[in-house]
């Protein structure tokens, strides 16, 4: 048996996703690794889940790179809570600059305001979506 990391489930150990809150475990384990960026290809997300864990996401600094935030075990970044939408927000490279979309009704936040449409990121911006923050590091 094993423990989800969400909810504090306990599932069979070849389990993919906690049946408790979709959490899906081989995701998060792909997510962890702090990776280093010395050529500045990548941009860095510090991902918090507000008392579970934190970790980094390096997307590459190329048109059309693409991260999901969302409920469903489909997205990079999985929240499993139910306020959050299924695909609720997209973070994307495009025109040489990182961008945030919101997908779902109910809205993310960017530095406390709400993210209406599609807005760039800058170094230090601060999305929130449901008890997740995402910084751009």
């Known amino acids: 048996m094993k423990t989800c990391s969400y909810c504090k489930d306990t599932a069979f150990e070849d389990m ?3 049946y408790g809150c979709l959490h899906p475990f081989e995701k998060r384990l792909e997510l962890l690794p702090m990776l280093e960026d010395e050529q500045g290809d990548t941009v860095c997300l510090n ?3 507000v008392g579970v864990f934190a970790y980094k996401i390096h997307l ?11 409920r469903s075990a489909k997205n990079a970044i ?10 609720h927000l997209d973070i994307f490279f495009s025109r040489d600059s990182l961008w945030a979309e919101c997908r779902g009704q109910h809205r993310a936040q960017i530095d406390g ?9 800058e170094k230090g911006c601060r999305l929130t979506v ?5 910084t751009v590091v």
Request: aromatic share 0%; with cysteine.
């Open 16 to 18: 993919e996703v906690c």
């Open 47 to 49: 991902v918090e889940l």
């Open 130 to 134: 449901g008890a997740a923050v995402i």
């Open 78 to 87: 999985v929240i499993p809570q139910e306020d959050v939408a299924d695909h």
């Open 113 to 121: 305001l709400a993210l209406i449409g599609s807005h760039i990121l």
């Open 60 to 70: 590459l600094k190329t048109e059309g790179a693409l991260l999901t935030v969302g």
